[in-house]
């Protein structure tokens, strides 16, 4: 299909390693969102890019936290020495008209950190 | 800051039931968006309606119905004759309209309420 798709659908790392999550947005939309969902809980802002920059990281809970969209197209968030509270499910929306509210999202990728 | 309450974490009907999902939210700007999405099972989230703050009529569409009530902050949703199809995770949401900035793009969830129709 041409919807948002979001790699690996699942990882389960070891405390303290490096992780990278991928987000491959609708083609042509310039908006792209990551959002964290921990178990029961509402999605929760991380980051917004419009285009290639990041117009607002103000979501990141750390500088462990970090994303790029080099192109304006793909997306990677990567996180440094994860811990056990970084376990959640990572979720990737993009929109063509971000300014409506209208977001369409991918199925997320699942984190487990042992 | 902004906050999105929805106090039933979930609620199960049967078939064909009417059920109403509750949202409050919390705001001091005057201009935002107001969101319904639906998360299914297998994750993504869609979009089901925004509304416009300076637009509180409610709408219609199927089996689907917004109320809308800026005095109460409150932003209800009512599915009509609940189908097994309606099972999923509903997300009231906030988005502000009125500053500048990426700030302005953000959207602020509520935890969900997790709607079960049973057969």
């Known amino acids: 299909g041409a919807g948002v798709s979001q790699t690996p659908s699942n990882k389960v790392t070891e405390k303290g390693k490096y992780v990278e999550l991928r987000c491959d947005p609708i083609?042509?939309?310039?908006?792209l969102y990551w959002y964290r969902q921990s178990l029961g809980q509402g999605p929760e802002f991380l980051i917004y890019?419009?285009?290639?920059?990041?117009?607002?990281d103000s979501g990141l809970p750390n500088d462990r936290f970090f994303a790029v969209r080099p192109e304006g197209s793909v997306s990677t968030l990567k996180i440094q020495r994860t811990e056990r509270g970084d376990s959640a499910v990572y979720l990737c929306?993009?929109?063509?008209?971000?300014?409506?509210?209208?977001?369409?999202f991918g199925e997320g990728s699942r984190l487990t950190v042992l | 800051a902004q906050k999105v309450t929805q106090a039933q974490t979930e609620i199960s009907v049967v078939e064909k039931e009417d059920v109403t999902l509750d949202c409050v939210y919390e705001t001091r700007d005057t201009t935002y968006y107001l969101f319904w999405y639906k998360q299914p099972p297998s994750g993504e989230l869609v979009f089901l309606i925004r509304?416009?703050?300076?637009?509180?009529q409610n709408e219609i569409s199927g089996r689907y119905s917004w109320n809308f009530q800026k005095s109460t902050s409150s932003f209800n949703f009512t599915i009509t004759a609940s189908q097994v199809v309606d099972s999923a995770v509903y997300f009231c949401a906030l988005k502000l309209t009125g500053r500048r900035g990426g700030s302005n793009y953000k959207l602020t969830f509520g935890k969900g309420t997790l709607l079960t129709v049973n057969p």
């Open positions: 890019f419009q285009g290639t920059g990041a117009a607002d």
């Open positions: 509304r416009n703050s300076f637009d509180e």
């Open positions: 083609s042509g939309h310039t908006a």
């Open positions: 929306a993009s929109s063509q008209r971000p300014h409506t509210g209208e977001l369409f």
